[in-house]
């Protein structure tokens, strides 16, 4: 076994990287085998593909449940300048505050623990100090007291943290996105959705409403137990390594689209994994939803052979209306075709993890 | 279609009169007066003296229903744009107490904006009656600029406000009170496929 894999998973060292421009993000090579793929069979359908958040494989990105990585700085630094050009992509409905502070406290515990080596949190009754290391912060401050910190609650923390964030709040039998911070989003917008309901901000998906998998989910989740996280894996593709991919920014980044060419296949087009988790607040009752992303550029995805040969099938199987409305229509041939190079046709084993 | 499959869009299942309601406002807007006046025989003398009607008539379809509406004799009262009869509706919202039921009848456009008013006011979207009378004109905001464009009949269309050519997606922001206006040509600039009627 790589040695890289089995070892645990403790970035020392950040790298220095963009998400746009020049886009020089690049996973390094002890990285690649961190990246969630999210096939664990040779095609891909919707499906209620909910499993409890526990912590997983040495080396994955499921060893720690609030993952923190080599492109941490580089995507705080990237979120930093997307809310300075757009201050919509934060939101957060007045009754929300409290939800706000089990956030903080949530992200804060779980990103100490798993990280002693970067994040310090002392909890001294309603005193709290924060130390975040990569950003240089020590900040001291009283929990429930938004007055004591620089910025709200969830935008605070939001910002030391990798992944977008929605705060839903459960009444009436439903939940409500009520807050987030939204700034990597796959093509949909927080300011439309803010206020709306499980099904309402759901609309636009196709297929999986008349399967039911919407009712189900929801279901599921408003009886979410605090402690007892759960995780689900959704993907899309994105070409370039750009975070910024929301509706706002569609004329910035729809081009890049009707660039890719059966040349530059290995090196455009991404990979790009969502792995959400979702938590039961404590003293809200409201959820937190973690969407942290990954993004593998194809070159790099098919240094992993089962991952080469998975993925073209994958793409095969989509059913139109998925990859329509996932963006891949313009691409997705000249990808497969690019990937078809790297399937011997071999059978492939079960599960995502490489062999 | 009236797409009734579009999850995120409210559904408006007509006016009826709630007779238990202490004071009864009717926001009504071009044809939406139509929903008001079918149900009169409901309107007792007891619901049209807790009654407040406020009216506009719809511009561009030159009749009016103010004669109509006026010899129910609840206290009646018309604006010249929705603007104002908006601005009213929040006075009227702001002096009215607990037992005050709300309707809203017209274009989703009209009852979007006034859902919105009676949203500052605490008012839960549920308890309001409402009826879609009229055009099925869409309100629709740009997600890139953020500027609303009223009347919208056809997709695409051009943005009022950035420009951009814009589809309307089947995407509703109650908050909002508007569809989504997303840019058609973001990745082919310049190629727009030609507007078709729609929302007529
Ligand atoms: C409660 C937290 C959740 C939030 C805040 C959330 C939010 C969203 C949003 C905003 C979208 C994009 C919709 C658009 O196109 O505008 C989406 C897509 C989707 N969601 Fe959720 N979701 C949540 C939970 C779930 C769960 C538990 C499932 C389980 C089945 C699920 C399944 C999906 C699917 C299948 C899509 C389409 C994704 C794609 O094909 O790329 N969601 N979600």
């Known amino acids: ?355 | 279609m009236q797409g009734a499959t579009i999850r995120s869009r409210p559904v408006y299942p007509g006016l009826a009169i709630a007779p238990l309601a202490r004071r009864h406002i009717f926001a009504l807007e071009g044809e939406g007066a139509g929903a008001l006046l079918d149900i009169a025989g409901d309107l007792t003398p007891e619901v049209l003296g807790r009654s407040q009607i406020l009216y506009v008539a719809r511009g561009s379809l030159g009749v009016g229903h103010h004669g109509a509406l006026q010899t129910l004799g609840a206290a009646f009262w018309a604006a010249p744009t929705v603007q104002p009869l908006l601005g009213r509706l929040d006075v009227e919202l702001s002096r009215s107490h607990m037992g005050t039921r709300l309707y809203l009848a017209g274009t989703e456009g009209f009852i979007g904006q006034a859902m919105q008013v009676a949203a500052a006011h605490g008012i839960d979207p549920a308890s309001v009656i409402t009826e879609h009378r009229g055009s099925r004109a869409r309100r629709v905001q740009c997600v890139h600029c953020k500027g609303v464009t009223e009347g919208v009949t056809a997709s695409p269309f051009t943005c009022g406000h950035c420009g951009l050519n814009l589809y309307v997606r089947d995407h509703y922001s109650r908050r909002l009170g508007a569809f989504q206006g997303v840019n058609i040509d973001a990745e082919e600039p310049g190629a727009v496929p030609p507007p078709e009627e729609l929302y007529l």
Not at chain 1, 328 to 352: C, E, F, M, N, V
């Open chain 1, 1 to 355: 076994m790589d040695t890289a894999y089995s070892a645990t998973h403790r970035p020392e060292t950040f790298r220095d990287e963009t998400f746009r421009g020049d886009f020089s993000y690049a996973n390094s090579p002890g990285n690649i085998r961190h990246f969630p793929f999210p096939f664990h069979e040779d095609h891909y359908r919707y499906s209620v593909n909910i499993e409890p958040h526990v912590p997983g494989l040495p080396g994955s990105a499921f060893e720690h449940l609030i993952d923190v990585d080599e492109h941490y700085l580089a995507e705080m630094a990237d979120r930093a300048q997307v809310l300075a050009e757009d201050p919509l992509r934060y939101q957060a409905l007045p009754h929300m505050m409290l939800a706000q502070w089990d956030t903080l406290e949530l992200l804060m515990e779980e990103q100490a623990r798993a990280y002693p080596h970067l994040f310090t949190l002392e909890r001294n009754g309603d005193q709290w100090r924060w130390i975040n290391r990569p950003l240089g912060i020590d900040d001291t401050f009283t929990f429930g007291d938004p007055s004591t910190l620089p910025r709200e609650p969830l935008d605070y923390i939001c910002r030391q943290t990798q992944g977008d964030i929605a705060l839903m709040d459960q009444r009436e039998g439903n939940l409500w996105m009520d807050a987030g911070m939204i700034t990597a989003q796959a093509d949909w917008s927080l300011d439309f959705d803010v206020g709306m309901n499980f099904h309402e901000w759901h609309a636009p998906v196709p297929l999986a409403p008349q399967m039911g998998v919407f009712d189900r989910a929801l279901k599921y989740l408003l009886n979410l137990q605090v402690g007892k996280p759960v995780r689900r894996l959704n993907w899309t593709m994105t070409i370039n390594p750009r975070l910024d991919t929301s509706p706002e920014t569609y004329p910035k980044w729809g081009p890049d689209r009707t660039t890719v060419t059966p040349e530059n296949v290995g090196q455009k087009v991404h990979l790009r994994v969502e792995l959400q988790s979702l938590w039961r607040l404590p003293r809200s009752n409201g959820m937190l939803f973690v969407i942290r992303g990954y993004m593998m550029r194809m070159d790099e995805v098919v240094t992993v052979p089962k991952w080469g040969r998975r993925l073209p099938r994958v793409l095969e199987s989509l059913p139109p209306e998925l990859a329509e409305y996932k963006g891949l229509s313009r691409y997705r041939q000249t990808t497969i075709d690019w990937l078809k190079r790297h399937d011997d046709g071999a059978p492939t084993s079960p599960g995502i993890f490489p062999d």
